[in-house]
């Protein structure tokens, strides 16, 4: 996707103050830079897919920065047909680059606090958030089975890719899941190792949480679990109280996460779907998902 930089550059300088140094940074989906004037900033430009930093933006406005975990979003925009986001830099490593070297448990008592956080702001509705940050479905199963529909219909041939029949899928999720009572809350959807950042004081900060719903608040842990999946974080999570009461709920939202990524990323990386691995682990998306279809027993 094709974007004038200096446009959008020439926009964010209007509103934040002359920009004295532009540096472009490696990413893998999308375009970063990090923006100097009397501060540091980072600008993405989404390459291929919609602004979903829009809600980070306007949920830091409207809860806080969740005791300072979430980075803070200055601007957001569109120019010339691409999306783009103005957000703080922070120094640091990339949890996920090293998973394999820390010893999690502190790391992960910040994430559970994050996620604790996000679970005390109650949602009246279900489903991913809108402006209106709230969802559009009055019942969180329904969402689900919706969810999972568009999982399967998003591209071609993903029942034979994944081996799960979707009605099964559906009956399954209905049979497990009929009876679950819950308190809808806020939930951050995208909580891959690469967005969160380490500093150097051993402090963790979300980079971009982007996308989010409003349901289980047991849903998160599960997702985070996917991503950890056999890393040294893998043990602090599934030996954590919310996932040690409901396991097979667990398991099962932990497989849905597999499943969305691997279906997301079918379009994109066609060629590289089966070797495909969340950000930091050594096991492919596709490994971790039959694995978890054998624990969950599907």
Known sequence: MRYDLNKILAFVSRIMGTITEVKKLKS??????????NNEYIVKIYLNRGLTSDLDLKITKR???????MKRNFLSGRIGGVNFVVVEYIKGKLLSNIIYRIN???????????????????????GRLKNSLDGSYKNWLRFLLDLEEDIYYRSNDFEKLVGINLCKLKEFTIDL?????????LIPVDLNLSNF???????????????????????????????????PLYNQIIKDKPIQEDTRISLFYSLLESLSVISFNKKIYPSKLKTLKPFGNKLSFMNIMEEQKKLIGI
């Open 28 to 37: 893998v989906t999308n375009d970063v830079y990090k923006i100097k004037n």
């Open 63 to 69: 809860f806080g920065d969740f005791n300072g975990v």
């Open 104 to 126: 999690p448990s502190e790391y992960y008592r910040q994430l559970c606090n994050f996620l604790m956080e996000c679970g005390k702001i109650k949602t009246k509705k279900y």
């Open 177 to 185: 899941l009929k009876k679950r009572k819950i308190c809808s809350v």
């Open 197 to 231: 950042i380490i500093t150097k004081g051993g402090k963790v900060r979300a980079i971009e949480i982007g996308s989010w719903f409003a349901g289980d608040p047991l849903f998160p842990y599960c997702l985070l679990l996917t991503h950890a999946w056999k890393t």
